[in-house]
């Protein structure tokens, strides 16, 4: 029975560290989308209160069609270098792809209304930008994507002051939530470093489960030696009584 009972706290005990580890993966995945999503939204802003930025025009970065509605979206400069203008939804888009190509991690800005057709939103997307609209607030969930599973997370784009030089013709107001950024974290690093972990502790278990065997096998052997020794001295104390009661009869 003590063995049994050893065995089965041990068992959950090993059951439970694993389980943590790697609802502990979630928390991490969780806790680096929402820094990258807070990453390019302190991004955007930066860009957006400088009304965007000139950059030179190359092959990677050619003149946005969509924004061929702002005056001076294409100047020279003084030494005739041609510069093009690049809204906040323009570069971050370019700097999601690029971070995406280095690290793995999915970011995208997508709206349920459109100006470029790239930024189109997915299905989990699109039911999150209809949540997110009402709610204002972040929404997230695991998903497969390309065969490998994925931590998403979507945050409200809030329209703001700075918003209204590209997207006022789109009748946006101050407030208004005009879609989200979205990120989706690759797990495989997270669930790689919940079974090293998970490892090392099913190891320090089952050595402390061995150790707790050993001791149960040795307290069973001592109370057996106590035991039988408690036996002997109960014989002994018999056999006087009975070796008295004998002297007793004997001398009656």
């Known amino acids: 029975i003590v063995v ?7 068992f959950v005990a090993g059951f439970v560290l694993v389980y943590k580890n790697y609802e502990y993966a979630n928390v991490l995945a969780k806790h680096e989308a929402v820094v990258s999503v807070k990453k390019d939204l ?15 025009i190359t092959e990677k970065t050619p003149p946005n069609p969509y924004l061929s509605h702002i005056p001076n979206r294409d100047v020279n400069t003084s030494d005739n ?4 203008l690049m809204n906040p939804a323009y570069t971050l888009s370019q700097m999601m792809q690029d971070y995406s190509q280095l690290y793995g991690t999915k970011g995208h800005i997508t709206s349920s209304i459109l100006m470029n057709p790239k930024n189109k939103p997915d299905e989990w997307e699109a039911e999150q930008l209809n949540i997110i609209e009402k709610t204002k607030k972040p929404s997230y969930k695991k998903a497969v994507l390309e065969g490998k599973e994925f931590f998403r997370y979507i945050s409200p784009l809030q ?4 918003c209204l030089k590209c997207h006022a013709f789109q009748g946006y107001k101050v407030g208004d939530i005009r879609g989200g950024v979205s990120v989706s974290i690759p ?3 997270y669930y790689e470093e919940a079974y090293s972990l998970s490892s090392i502790n099913v190891l320090i ?3 402390i489960y061995l150790l707790g065997l050993f001791l149960i096998s040795y307290g069973r052997k001592k109370a057996k030696e106590i035991l039988k020794n408690k036996i002997k001295d109960y014989e ?9 009661i004998e002297k ?3 001398y009656t």
Do not use: C
């Open 205 to 207: 278990i089952f050595l």
């Open 187 to 189: 797990m495989q690093k």
């Open 159 to 162: 329209t703001k002051e700075s």
């Open 248 to 250: 007793r009869d004997s």
């Open 4 to 10: 049994f009972v050893w065995t089965f706290i041990m």
């Open 236 to 244: 002994q104390h018999i056999f006087s009584l009975v070796n008295i």
């Open 81 to 84: 270098q041609q510069l093009t």
């Open 42 to 56: 302190a991004y955007r802003s930066w860009v957006a209160s400088h009304g965007g930025v000139y950059v030179p």
